[in-house]
Structures are given as structure tokens and as C-alpha cells.
């Protein structure tokens, strides 16, 4: 049985405040491209479909129009919930889908029974754990008298064991969290303060293949098949140096598994351009690449991104002005900024910056200056 691993769509995600949309249905083509050459037998999506517990229209539509793109192969599909997903919300419909070969992980309700598929060496059974918590554990097996030290670890442990799972068959679980040694990234949910969130890879050492996501760079955890595919796309600079992909998992007979990559090429990449304004600006290397700028000049040069904008004209980040000023401004910060009025620009830059707040009087000396510049339009806040 052949499977292709993906997870942490994040269908809906802005970074930078820049809308991914455009981005993600392109990568979603890719991985159907890639679907169609590879045949697999499943399609695995661990967690993070969206973004947002709520996700905004346009991607619920996007996701939609893929799973019903998928529906039409003959294969099945499982997903789960992550933490990023309503389980709630996600799990709609999924009762009646599961007669169209997509099994969705129900809300965590305790003992979770397998969607047991078969090929030539027998039955494979996948069991669809979403993202848990302590918390939803010791209320679904009350019983167990477990307080509130359970850790993340002992919760999946749990979790895992009321699963029965039987070795002598093949085992695959979907699975949402932080398993320990695996290398983070910046576009996570931030993670807990000194790891408590972390799951010992040994939990997972009865299943087959451990299709994890939550991390969004590609890795295998200690050995090949427990493993995390990464995101499909970049969503923070601290990826700049990740190569995208999805895996591509065959199962034979018990104990013979095969774990592969296929590269992922975006719409447009996300990298770091380094150096003075003038040597940046006159490389004249017109991309559409999500870029971070860091100028290096000691004094930070006037209207940078505005200049910049006309060679990267989706610069997200800018870092103006070397050592001697740490200036960072995001390209929609900048866009917030012009929309302000002149009282509240230097509100801001007084409260954040010096660490002012202004008293009735110097606010009305400085909507008086404000006036006589710019005109009465001002006046007011
Ligand atoms: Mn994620």
C-alpha cells in the first residue's frame, strides 16, 4: 500500500500579513500532480488543515475544491485535527463522507477505533489520533484518577494503549504533536515553556509508520518511519533553508517499509537579502519572492521600502539601518502606517518607542503643530 504523507496545510494563513492563498492552491495543484504520477492508495493529512479554528471563506472553499479533487482518485483519504483546527468544525459531514473513502478523526472521545483497509499482504489499520491535550485524556477516562501532572507524554501513552492495538498486524497512526528531538521552526504555535508539550517517540513504537504533524520542517524522529512530512509551503523566514516536500510511504508485508521524498517547488520563494541599500536596490533582480531585506548601512536609509518595493514588490520585512538602528517595519506595518494620521503616527512612535504617554496638554501643544502643518483635516484624533 502506497500512502502519501502531507500535513500543516495551515488552508487560510497569512505571514507577514501577507495572504497565502494564492500560494497554497498553487502547491495544492502541485500535490495533486504529484498524487496523479504516484498513485498512491491514501492520502494521509496530519493536522493543521487550516489556520484558524475558523477559517475565512475563501479557505474553505480551497480545501473543499482539493478534497473533492482527491474524492474523484481512487484512494482513500485520512485527516485529522491539530491544534490549529476546530475538531468540532473540521469534523462536519464526516460521518457521511466516510462512505466516500475520507475519514476525518471524529473529536477525541477516548478509545479510538481503527479504518481498517486491506491490499495484497493483508489488513492495515490506521488509526486517526487528533491533536490532544492532558486536559481531554483525563476527562475521557476519568476513571483512571489521573490529576493534573499527566503530562503530554503519559496523555498520548494513554491514548495509544486504550487503541489495543495489535502488533502482530500492520499499524499506521496520524498523529498531531511535539515529539521530543524534533527541530522547530518559527511558524509553530509557539510551544510550551520548557517542553511540557513533548511526546517521547517510543510512545509510537508499536505502529508500522507514524504520519506526525505539527513541526513544519521535514524530518523522520530516531528512525525513518516516525516521521514528520513539514509543511507544503514556507510560512517564516526560519525556512528559508527547507526543502518542501511530501512523503511517499510504501507498505509491503509487515516490516518491510519504504519512506521516500518528492520535492516541492512553490509559486514564489521565501528567502534574506543582505547588504547596503544601494547595492541591494541596483541589483535590479526584479523577483515576486517573499523577501526579507536587511540593510546594513549604519544610518537607515529615508522611504527604503517604498524604493524597494519596485524590485521586490512582495518585500515583507524590512531591516533598516545596520547596527546603529534596529528599525524593522513589515511591509503591511508600513501600508498602517500611511493610513495613520500624523497625531497618531507620533502617538505611537512616543508610547512605543520612548516610552511616552503624552499628558492633555502636550497633546494639544502637538495637535496645535499638527494643524499648522498639515492643515485643520488633523485637528482631531
Ligand atoms: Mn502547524
Known sequence: MKLIHLSDLHIGK???GFSMIEDQKFILIKILGIIEEVKPDG?????DIYDK?????EAVT???????KLSEK?????????????AERLSFGSRIMSGNNIFISPVFKGKIAPVTCSDDYGDINFYL????????VRRRFGEMGLDSSLSYSDAVRIAVDKMEVDPAQRNVIVTHQFVIGAE????EEPCSVGGTDEVSADVFDIFDYTALGHIHGPQSIGKDTIRYCGTPLKYSFSEEHHQKSVTVVELKEKGNITVETIDLCPKREMRTIEGKFEDVYSMNLYTEDYVQVNLTDDEPTPNALRKLRGVYPNIMILKNGGRSHNFILTAVEEEKLVQDSPLEIVEKFLRDDEKVILTDEKMKY???????IWGAKYETD
Do not use: C, Q, R, T
Open 14 to 16: 497569512k505571514v507577514n
Open 43 to 47: 492520502v494521509i493529512i496530519a493536522g
Open 53 to 57: 479554528g475558523i477559517p475565512p471563506a
Open 62 to 68: 480551497l480545501f473543499d475544491d482539493f478534497l473533492y
Open 74 to 86: 481512487e484512494l482513500k483519504v485520512f485527516i485529522i485535527s491539530g491544534n490549529h483546527d476546530s
Open 129 to 136: 489520533l487528533p491533536f490532544i491535550k492532558p486536559i481531554d
Open 184 to 187: 522547530k521552526s518559527d511558524s
Open 366 to 372: 502637538l495637535k496645535e503643530i499638527i494643524s499648522e
